[in-house]
Nanobody, 115 residues
């Protein structure tokens, strides 16, 4: 099993940047697919970006070219670099770890993009 703790959220102006971090505890982190999801008020939780154990990445169309997901297996961590932020990026961002039928979520971190 793996436990996840997100950090790095906050208030940022449109056009600004934030870097989210997700620290994982547990064994065999490098075997997990990792992902970032987000959920805005009144909306469903949607996939933002994902990275496989081998390092392959995929992104939601709405964030392509602006967000970058990365992982550091030596530090048991995954990151989301968010650039050119827009008000519509405002949401709670969740880290997810998945391996087979097992899935674990963090508690989420709030990102607010507003002037």
């Amino acid at each position: 099993q793996v436990q996840l703790v997100e950090s790095g959220g906050g208030l940022v102006q449109p056009g600004g940047s934030l870097r989210l971090s997700c620290a994982a505890s547990g064994s065999f982190f490098n075997f997990y697919g990792m992902a970032w999801y987000r959920q805005a008020p009144g909306k469903q939780r949607d996939l933002v970006a994902a990275i496989t154990p081998g390092g392959s990445r995929n992104y939601a169309d709405s964030v392509k070219g602006r967000f970058t997901i990365s992982r550091d297996n030596a530090k048991n961590a995954v990151y989301l670099q968010m650039d050119s932020l827009k008000p519509e990026d405002t949401a709670v961002y969740y880290c997810n770890a998945k391996r087979g039928t097992y899935s674990s979520w963090g508690q989420g971190t709030q990102v607010t993009v507003s002037s």
